[in-house]
């Protein structure tokens, strides 16, 4: 039972390049979500998505880009990155909107030098 | 802007002690109020959840106290464990809402 992975767990990009992260879950949950952790915030969501080609933003999502063309999987890609977007990031699943118990992957460590 | 916050940064307890963990809120309008934990190199879990319209909530070794008169919640873990030892979430959230508000953290140190 694989339940939620990311990848690539660890990455250290330069300012202006493109990054994806990946995002898969096994569970066949409809809504999924991306978060950045950072020392002092705690969790920020960024996008989540209901369920395959429906996305919506969240409290920080300027920078980042998602989509969702299998329920499966919700990659986040940064277009051009920044300083500032150097963070952990965690993809999250649950069934429905009312669920508040989100399944958390492991995150990816994002340095952009 | 409102915000989920936390009384304290870090917390240390004596192995078998009961651990208290505070958390203040400002949004009144919250459904639900859920506590997860965040051991070391791993996404935080789920531990328990209370709904706006109650004040206690126990669980396994846990207990979440809701005051909407001071705006308050507080994680209470019984016999408090080596496994314990984490960085404890509150968050907010409306019922047909995504948009979960997380607090900054609280670490939990507990002592052998």
């Known amino acids: 039972d694989a339940g939620i992975t990311q990848s690539p767990r660890y990455k250290i990009t330069e300012t202006g390049r493109q990054v994806t992260l990946m995002c898969h879950q096994t569970w066949s949950h409809s809504y999924m979500f991306w978060y950045r952790q950072d020392l002092g915030h705690g969790l920020r969501l960024i996008y989540y998505s209901a369920a395959a080609d429906i996305t919506d933003k969240g409290e920080v999502p300027d920078g980042y880009v998602v989509s969702r063309s299998k329920t499966e999987n919700f990659p986040l890609t940064l277009e051009s990155a920044t300083r500032s977007q150097t963070s952990v990031y965690f993809c999250?699943?649950?069934?429905?909107?009312?669920?508040?118990?989100?399944?958390f992957g492991p995150g990816t460590r994002l340095t952009v030098l | 802007g409102e915000s989920v916050g936390l009384h304290l940064p870090t917390l240390s307890v004596q192995e078998g002690d009961n651990s208290i963990i505070n958390c203040a809120y400002s949004n009144s309008a919250s459904d639900y109020f859920i506590w997860y934990k965040q051991e070391s190199g791993k996404g935080p879990q789920f531990i328990i959840d209370?709904?706006?319209?109650?004040d206690k909530r126990q669980g396994q070794r846990v207990t979440v106290l809701l005051n909407k008169t001071v705006k308050h919640l507080s994680l209470q873990i019984a016999a408090t464990q080596p496994g314990d030892s984490a960085v404890y979430f509150c968050?907010?959230?409306?019922?047909?809402?995504?948009?979960?508000?997380f607090g900054a953290g609280t670490r939990l140190t507990v002592k052998p």
């Open positions: 999250a699943s649950s069934g429905r909107t009312s669920d508040n118990e989100q399944f």
């Open positions: 968050a907010e959230k409306a019922y047909n809402n995504n948009d979960m508000r």
């Open positions: 209370i709904r706006s319209n109650m």
